[in-house]
């Protein structure tokens, strides 16, 4: 039975990965999964983080389950981060919510949480979008189409183009859109379109799903939620995934969380039960550890300013990064006006590099971006970013 089975393609990121662990190549650079480095190009672990776990572990009474959709107090924590403390979808008892493994747990459980209680609700997501999203949501059965997002001609949102479509997306559809650090583009609304966005979705009768992955990425903890609460407003209804892989830096934990914002509290009431059913059949309930750790980081007045600080430093250390990229590709010589790397936000450029000259980056020079042309900028570093601009002019020489 089983030897008939076909192997599956390589993950179009976390695929690279793999490829890039067993290239024997010393110069190599990995710029494709999007994980942070210090410019030392590594991913060390929070001192908060560090100091939350030992904690925990002097003060650990059990490991017996958790309730299917996690601990209270962390579901609480990551709601207060999300909408603001006070804010009135919280104090109005209107968000169902659960601890989720990672951020793509949570989409996953959206996914299925939509495909039960929606049934032919069709998903919209971006174009382009992070690759996963197609992954997941073709997983749980859900009808997938696209809205347009980037104008790849002037590297900006090709915002009129997104409004046109998301106006014509029928009632009870649901519209996927990214938080903040738009995956791959790196390219976001304003706080003005993003009003008007939710505003159109909310006329229409569609659903916004949000998947916010990377708060405090672009401008601020709280800064970056100005989209998803431009869409939380009195009565609305939405869907948020979030996760604390980037923020926290705790990628290999698996910490994330699902909102689900109801019309009233009854609703939320019934969500919350629905939201239950799904968990319980996908994983029954989540692990521990890393929500543990984000609670008590949360909750304690000294970790979390340290934490704040550790975000503001990884996002300057970025944005550095973006300006050395483009003073560096013009000092390889590239032809071309780069400047637009500074304006994009989050971890990721999109670089318009096409899929031969990143084959050849990474054959030619063991240089791995995603085959999109996305670039990890969080994975540049002073050391290696000569050498990467210097690939970049070699690849984009080679195709003139
Ligand atoms: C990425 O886009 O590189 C990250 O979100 C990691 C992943 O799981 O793909």
Known sequence: MLEQIEPAPADAILGLTAAFNSDPRSEKVNLSVGVYKDEHGKTPILDCVRTAATELAAEAATKSYLPIPGLVEYREAV???????????????????????????????????IKANLPG??????DP?????????????????????????????????????????????????????????GVDPTGQQWTEIASVLRERGVLPLLDFAYQGFADGIEEDAAGLRAFSTEGAELMVCSSFSKNFSLYRERVGAL????????????LQTQLNAVIRRLYSNPPAHGAEIVNKVLRSATLREQWIADVAAMRRRINNMRQGFVD????????????????QRGMFSFSGLSKEQVESLRDEHAVYIVGSGRINVAGLTPTNLKYVAEAIGDVVGQAV
Request: hydrophobic letters at 40%; one cysteine or more.
């Open 129 to 185: 979008t992070w690759p996963n999203h197609p992954n997941v949501f073709n997983a749980c059965g859900l009808p997938l189409k696209k809205y347009p997002y980037f104008d790849s001609q002037n590297d900006r949102l090709d915002y009129e183009g997104m409004l046109a479509a998301l106006k014509k997306i029928p009632a009870g559809d649901v519209v996927l859109l990214h938080g903040c650090c738009h995956n791959p583009t």
């Open 328 to 343: 560096g590709l013009a000092e390889a010589g590239v032809p071309g006006d780069f400047s637009f790397i500074t304006q």
């Open 79 to 113: 709601c207060d981060l999300l909408f603001g403390s006070g804010h009135e979808v919280i104090e109005g008892k209107r968000i169902a919510s659960a601890q989720t493994p990672g951020g793509t747990g949570a989409l996953r459980v959206a996914g299925e949480f």
């Open 259 to 270: 909102a689900i914002v109801g019309k009233t509290a009854e609703s939320a009431s019934a």
């Open 121 to 126: 609700a069709t998903l919209w997501h971006s």
